[in-house]
């Protein structure tokens, strides 16, 4: 059971939507102008579909997807070792083989856990940090005028060249990874947030405070949750910078982690080792997205249906 959408006529009488359009769903049935009854407005009504035709395009582009990486797998360990130099290339089977030794002996999840937590705590650290002054900062006209250009100049800054610099300052431990990390999150979100908050509809502001809303109204009711697109944008793109963050810092100076595992596997030639390392990368930064891409959708419930598609 699902519902489709209709646009009631000027007669009363409920005429489909043209197709490819949704609308919000209405709570109740609004009168028409005339009285008559009529919703004044679209509405939903159910429509039985089948299974397939409500999950048919996903899985059609599940499917492609899974087909897509069996057939570059199948070609890539096809021509190893005859087009491809397995010393540099390596090949699927030897990358599986190795996974499984280090899933056997620990040295996988050690490693990982390391990395997990690094990415875990600079990406929420950053994301915050990030969050509340873009909030702030872009509320406030002259202050954000004042130090955009400043901002600019440090998120220019290549984060690989501040690798040394945090060794410096703290050392080759855990928070120096947290915090390169952190600070390669923390632009990304705030510049995402302050351009949501700057992009408010400046109509909706005039009107609460019409209906005599005061300024803390106006922030946590209107620009709050209008500029959550932004936020949560500035989340998705910063998630695999979070990760290259830990992992640079680890490059440079580690003992432990993903990142020390590729430096290691590398000094030995073990290129089976390197890629099942960026696999185990790639899983980390896939499941980050799906969380963010869940929070999107519990965020967002207010919006319009047209405006979520």
Do not use: C
Not at 46 to 65: A, F, H, L, M
Not at 115 to 133: C, D
């Amino acid at each position: 059971m699902t519902e489709r959408t209709v646009t009631p006529s000027p007669e009363g009488k409920s005429a489909p939507a043209q197709a490819g359009t949704e609308a919000a769903p209405v709570e109740g049935t609004a009168q028409g102008p005339a009285g008559t009854g009529a919703p004044s407005g679209p509405v939903r009504i159910p429509v039985e579909r089948t299974w397939w035709q409500r999950n048919g395009r996903t899985v059609t582009v599940w499917g492609v997807r899974l087909l897509l990486v069996v057939v570059l797998l199948a070609g890539w360990e096809a021509t190893a070792g005859s087009l491809f130099d397995i010393t540099f290339t390596s090949k699927p089977s030897a990358i599986a083989q190795r996974l499984g030794e280090w899933s056997g002996d620990g040295t996988l999840w050690t490693h990982s856990w390391v990395t997990i937590q690094e990415i875990i705590y600079g990406f929420a650290l950053g994301a915050l940090a990030g969050a509340i002054a873009g909030f702030v900062l872009a509320s406030l006209q002259l202050a954000y005028r004042v130090l955009d250009p400043f901002m600019m100049a440090l998120y220019s800054i290549p984060k690989v060249a501040l690798a040394p610099l945090f060794i410096v300052w703290f050392g080759i431990g855990m928070h120096m990874k947290v915090l390169l990390a952190a600070a390669t999150v923390f632009f990304l979100v705030f510049l995402n947030t302050a351009a949501g908050v700057r992009e408010v509809d400046r109509g909706l502001i005039d009107a609460v405070r019409l209906m005599g809303g005061s300024r803390r109204d106006i922030a946590f009711k209107v620009v709050l949750p209008a500029s959550m697109t932004g936020v949560l944008t500035g989340l998705k793109v910063a998630i695999p910078y979070a990760l290259i963050g830990a992992v640079i810092g680890e490059l440079v100076a580690s003992n432990q982690g993903l990142g020390y595992l590729i430096n290691d596997a590398a000094a030995q030639f073990d290129t089976a080792g390197v890629f099942a390392t960026l696999v185990v990368l790639s899983v980390i930064a896939g499941l980050l997205n799906v969380l963010v891409g869940l929070i999107d959708r519990r965020v967002n419930r207010w919006k319009p249906v047209e405006s979520q598609a």
